[in-house]
């Protein structure tokens, strides 16, 4: 199974400095990744690293809790993509899912993905914070709300993806909706086994050693 052109090529860590940005943006080139993920401070350097590569620029807002207001959310992506992301991996608010405030969730994920209409947006819903009905939901929701993927994790919280979660997420979305599968998958059995269970896209800050076997 080819993965590497599946891959987010992810640092999203507090400490990662710029040559720590600038080693992932090599690893990125080298292996061709989909993209690199991470923090808007460093949106800029990745992109300038990675420019003419083929190798996009991802991302996030709202990260990793989600309880950021929404209009915080709305200009942490317009920033994100005027440095030079396409793609965006932004955040629920999981509380208000769990409020059941759905018109709230729909309308934060429809403001986001308006604000930035030509770029990627993926939907982190921290599965491991939700039921199955919730889950069900915050799926419901990103398809509505006109995203372009599901996300089932920030990697920051409990537990990160699993297969049963991604099998779940695929059931509720349909074939031709996006799944990013993301969250200690650390190696290349993991990968592929998401994969086989519906996750399109996969986010790993261990992806050479997950693509090396």
């Given at each position: 199974m080819e993965l590497a052109g599946i891959i987010d090529h992810t640092n999203l860590q507090p400490d990662a400095a710029e040559n720590d940005i600038r080693?992932?943006?090599?690893?990125?080139?080298?292996?061709?990744?989909?993209?690199?993920?991470?923090n808007p401070c460093n949106v800029r350097?990745?992109?300038?690293?990675?420019?003419?590569?083929?190798?996009?620029?991802?991302?996030?807002?709202?990260?990793?809790?989600?309880?950021?207001?929404?209009?915080?959310?709305?200009?942490?992506?317009?920033?994100?993509?005027?440095?030079?992301?396409?793609?965006?991996?932004?955040?629920?608010?999981?509380?208000?899912?769990?409020?059941?405030?759905?018109?709230?969730?729909?309308?934060?994920?429809?403001?986001v993905t308006e604000a930035?209409?030509?770029?990627?947006?993926?939907?982190?819903?921290?599965?491991?914070?939700?039921?199955?009905?919730e889950k069900i939901r915050a799926c419901r929701l990103v398809k509505q709300a006109g995203a372009a993927y599901a996300k089932t994790s920030t990697g920051f919280s409990k537990s990160g993806a699993t297969a049963e979660d991604v099998r779940l997420m695929?059931?509720?979305?349909?074939?031709?909706?996006?799944i990013k599968a993301a969250g200690g998958i650390r190696s290349r059995s993991f990968a592929e086994e998401l994969v086989r269970a519906g996750a399109d896209r996969i986010g790993a800050s261990k992806s050479v050693e997950i693509c090396e076997g």
């Open positions: 080693q992932l943006c090599a690893e990125a080139r080298q292996r061709r990744f989909a993209s690199v993920c991470v350097l990745a992109a300038k690293e990675l420019e003419g590569s083929g190798v996009k620029v991802c991302s996030v807002c709202g990260f990793p809790l989600g309880a950021n207001a929404s209009e915080t959310k709305v200009f942490e992506a317009e920033k994100a993509f005027k440095d030079g992301a396409s793609e965006i991996d932004m955040v629920i608010n999981v509380g208000k899912l769990k409020d059941g405030n759905d018109e709230y969730v729909l309308n934060e994920i429809k403001a930035v209409p030509q770029a990627v947006v993926k939907v982190i819903i921290e599965t491991c914070l939700l039921t199955r009905e695929r059931e509720t979305l349909g074939e031709d909706f996006g």
